[in-house]
């Protein structure tokens, strides 16, 4: 039966994204929070399929820390769900990403109206530049700016080192970093087809301030929140 499910659940996304992505061509000459919050919907549409046809809810504690000013966020990465979730329970977002995901067709093209910051990992201090300059400029348009620390999907029960980008630019900006932790692993494992029923928890963490503080400070201390949560949020074995 989950297999099924998946296998119905994939069969629609692939259905859907070419044609969505082509509508949200047309929000081109938009404002870009406007293009961005209209683009999100293709997000929410997935939630709604998972929850229909795969039976994968979820549960948002700390929702009295969702930030009113525009914020970095640092999340958790082990799945593709976070990447859904978070344009649902966050406003407006600008998401620091590898490039190559704009090349993807249909896919990508929507990305790119997105405003995302598309940087190049082999490019190290290049990189870095970008990041520091163009997340600036996204914080002044309003938007959130999503980063995962970890730079790739872990496989749930593991951690990654937490790279420094995000809360150099949280300390170069005085911007207060929003952490975000969460098992959705669990029951969507990273690059996995299979997806479990049950229900998603994502914990938000009360703001840390950056402002007078060394970057590696608060790197740590962001590691430290997110997992000691993940730690505190149910561990059992998915439903079959």
Not at 26 to 39: H, S
Not at 88 to 115: C, D, M
Not at 128 to 143: A, D, H, S, V
Not at 205 to 227: L, Q
């Amino acid at each position: 039966m989950v297999f099924l499910r998946s296998l119905i659940f994939l069969t629609l996304q692939v259905i859907i994204t070419p044609i969505f992505s082509v509508i949200s061509l047309l929000t081109f000459p938009l404002p870009a929070l406007t293009r961005y919050n209209l683009i999100a919907n293709w997000a929410k549409i997935m939630l709604v399929l998972l929850r229909w046809i795969c039976g994968i809810r979820h549960e948002v504690r700390g929702l009295e820390n969702l930030p009113a000013e525009p914020r970095i966020i640092l999340c958790k990465h082990q799945s593709a769900w976070e990447t859904l979730a978070l344009q649902q329970v966050f406003p407006a977002q600008a998401w620091v990403l590898k490039r190559e995901l704009l090349w993807i067709p249909f896919f990508g093209w929507a990305l790119a109206l997105t405003n995302p910051i598309a940087i190049k990992r082999s490019d190290g201090k290049g990189a870095l530049k970008q990041l520091l300059k163009q997340g600036k400029e996204r914080l002044k348009q309003g938007f959130h700016v999503v980063i995962f620390p970890e730079g790739t999907r872990i496989p749930y029960g593991q951690r990654g080192k937490y790279k420094i980008g995000g809360a150099m630019l949280a300390c170069a900006s005085a911007t207060p970093v929003i952490p975000v932790a969460h098992n959705a692993g669990r029951l969507w494992g990273r690059n996995a087809f299979l997806k479990r029923p049950g229900t998603i928890i994502m914990s938000i963490g009360a703001p840390i301030e950056t402002k007078g503080r060394k970057a590696d400070e608060v790197n740590a201390e962001v590691e430290h929140w997110i997992e000691n949560e993940i730690q505190q949020l149910p561990h059992d074995s998915p439903a079959v």
